[in-house]
């Protein structure tokens, strides 16, 4: 696993934490889904990136 792409996980897990924190601090909805899309685009790029190197 490069490094650039260990970074990439580790960003998603920490997104993933905070999420969790902020639902059980019951925060305002519009940052969690902000957070949430966050999530769900930088995940879309792990996967892009894994299929650009394994088409190499």
């Known amino acids: 696993m490069d490094r650039q792409l260990f970074s990439k996980v580790l960003d998603v897990v920490i997104t993933s934490f905070e999420i969790v924190c902020y639902l059980t601090m019951g925060i305002d909805r519009q940052i969690l889904f902000s957070k949430v899309l966050d999530v769900v ?12 190197v394994f088409f190499k």
Do not use: G, L, W, Y
């Open 41 to 52: 685009i930088t995940s879309f790029e792990i996967v892009k990136n894994n299929i650009a």
